[in-house]
């Protein structure tokens, strides 16, 4: 089955840096639209970044000029480089991805990891 770890969170100061990533695997899987969200407590879970296998990204308003998504496809992999980081940032985020597979139906899921803390403060 589809399986996706992610690593790279912790706690930084205001106006630091973070890079999240995350590793997808899934034997005959093909993975496409790939992302981030994050949950903050007592808030609804939201998007923050996407990325198409193609490489058209999306992103929330109030990380753009912040954040930056980037994906390897023969390493199916997902990053997301934070900077200026901002005490409203802090949240457990959690990559998804949306994979077809195993063949020969090839069901369209989406997959979530685990999540991981990012927490800005001094």
């Known amino acids: 089955q589809v399986q996706l770890v992610e690593s790279g969170g912790g706690l930084v100061q205001p106006g630091g840096s973070l890079r999240l990533s995350c590793a997808a695997s899934?034997?005959?899987?093909?993975?496409?639209?790939m992302g981030w969200y994050r949950q903050a407590p007592g808030k609804q879970r939201e998007l923050v970044a996407g990325?198409?296998?193609?490489?058209?990204?999306n992103y929330a308003e109030s990380v753009k000029g912040r954040f930056t998504i980037s994906r390897d496809n023969a390493k199916n992999t997902v990053s997301l480089q934070m900077n200026s980081l901002k005490p409203e940032d802090t949240a457990v985020y959690y990559c998804?991805?949306?994979?077809?597979?195993?063949?020969?139906?090839?069901?369209?899921?989406?997959?979530w990891g685990q999540g991981t803390q990012v927490t800005v403060s001094s």
């Open positions: 998804n991805a949306v994979a077809n597979g195993p063949p020969p139906i090839a069901t369209s899921s989406s997959y």
């Open positions: 990325i198409t296998r193609g490489g058209n990204t």
């Open positions: 899934g034997r005959f899987f093909t993975f496409n639209a």
